[in-house]
């Protein structure tokens, strides 16, 4: 691809309005597909999206490639409905999660030490990786913050250890317009795993500026 080419992808990409439900859990997708197919255009087929591949949404069909790559072997469980725990593993990790209301913010720590790559995404649109950071147990991470736009619309914080990634997110109950709760997701190289976050620490003050 020539620099026209990548800077039109770039650009589909930027004004795609369509994200993977459950990639975008624990990526910034849209940052993970622009590395991707210019590392790799062939596997994306990115010429057959050329020219103006921002033209009837044909970049979604390289979104579609990156979704499978990523989540096409693995088994979903949603604990939710099963009441399964996640793996032992993430259970202790969201176990030791504590969160506290600071003037106008809400923070969260885990409570021990970690390494992990981190990702948080705050709505619309703003987010932030940081690749291999050392988080302390009284490290804290400031989720929402009452004078950011948008800030009742929630967040999702994502970290990706060796083994496994963890991301929490408050969204929308089915059909129930205006209400929300916390939800925890689970990766594995095997699975992905949902549950509700309050079987593993308080939302409560998550909720109180989360309206759904």
């Known amino acids: 691809m020539d620099i026209k080419d990548i800077s039109e992808i770039k650009a589909a990409i930027k004004y795609m309005d369509y994200k993977p439900a459950l990639l ?41 490639i990156l979704d499978k790559k990523f989540m096409g072997q693995k088994e979903v469980y949603d604990s939710v409905l099963t009441k399964n725990k996640l793996p032992e593993k993430a259970v202790g990790l969201l176990a030791g999660i504590r969160t506290k209301v600071s003037g106008a913010s809400v923070k969260l720590s885990f409570g021990q030490e970690l390494t992990a790559d981190v990702y948080l995404y705050i709505p619309r649109g703003n987010s932030l990786t940081i690749s291999n950071m050392q988080i302390s147990d009284t490290m804290e991470f400031e989720i929402m913050n009452g004078y950011n736009a948008y800030v009742s619309e929630g967040f999702t914080l994502a970290l990706h250890m060796e083994d496994m990634a963890v991301s929490i997110e408050p969204s929308a109950l089915d059909g129930i317009k205006g209400q929300g709760d916390v939800f925890v997701y689970c990766m594995t190289g095997q699975a992905v795993y949902k549950d509700l976050a309050s079987r593993y620490f308080k939302t409560d003050d998550i909720l109180a500026f989360y309206r759904g």
């Open 24 to 64: 975008s859990k624990f990526y910034d997708v849209k940052s993970l597909l622009f590395r991707e197919i210019t590392e790799n255009p062939e596997f994306y087929k990115a010429d057959s999206i050329l020219p103006n591949p921002m033209n009837d949404n044909k970049i979604i069909k390289c979104m579609n």
